[in-house]
């Protein structure tokens, strides 16, 4: 399975962490703590995957970068 860059961050609005994938379309999950929202986000991405298979579409390649990445060569 590909390694696809994943965002966290705390949301005032849900008391929680939200975590996302920015390659796979609407692949986020909540957890009350970050390390839960990743944990939930790796099985959403599972899901997300099996499903596009499922489905015969097109899996995205790994591409999202952070500009911090870009930063340090």
């Known amino acids: 399975m590909s390694h696809y ?4 961050f705390y949301s005032e609005e ?14 986020s999950a909540f957890g009350e703590t970050p390390e839960e929202a990743v944990r939930e986000v790796q099985s959403a991405k599972k899901a997300w995957l099996q499903t596009c298979r499922a489905k015969g579409k097109r899996i995205p390649k790994p591409r999202y ?9």
Do not use: E, F, Q, T
């Open 5 to 8: 860059h994943i965002n966290v």
């Open 14 to 27: 849900d008391r929680g962490y939200i975590a996302d994938i920015p390659d796979l379309k609407s692949c």
């Open 65 to 73: 970068r952070p500009a911090i990445y870009a930063m340090s060569g």
